[in-house]
């Protein structure tokens, strides 16, 4: 797909923190959007490598947002992030909340 030619005999790392977030893929890839379309998107796997539970995963995420939405008003950060330091994936060390009820 590409056109970047790895010469024989050198290594590459894959990074699993900058899949879904490829700026040929996605306009701007960086940003939080609900709206994207979810095909292509690789967080359940691909093709024969793709995890068989993402159906239910998928449904009891949306059931658990659906549940929020209905009783939360806003939900903000109120303090410090933190993250982990990895080279692979991307996550949260620490990441405190506020909820606001409705």
Do not use: Y
Not at 8 to 27: C, T, V, Y
Not at 52 to 58: D, E, L, P, T
Not at 67 to 80: C, H
């Amino acid at each position: 797909m590409g056109s970047i030619l790895i010469p024989e005999g050198k290594m590459i790392l894959m990074f699993l923190g900058s899949a879904n977030r490829d700026p040929q893929r996605w306009d701007n890839p960086d940003d939080f959007d609900l709206g994207r379309d979810p095909s292509g998107h690789v967080g359940f796997g691909f093709g024969i490598h793709q995890c068989v539970g993402q159906h239910i995963a998928r449904l009891e995420a949306s059931t658990l947002h659906t549940a929020l939405a209905r009783r939360i008003a806003t939900i903000e950060i109120s303090g410090a992030t933190r993250r982990p330091h990895n080279n692979t994936l991307r996550a949260w060390e620490s990441l405190p909340i506020r909820v606001h009820l409705a």
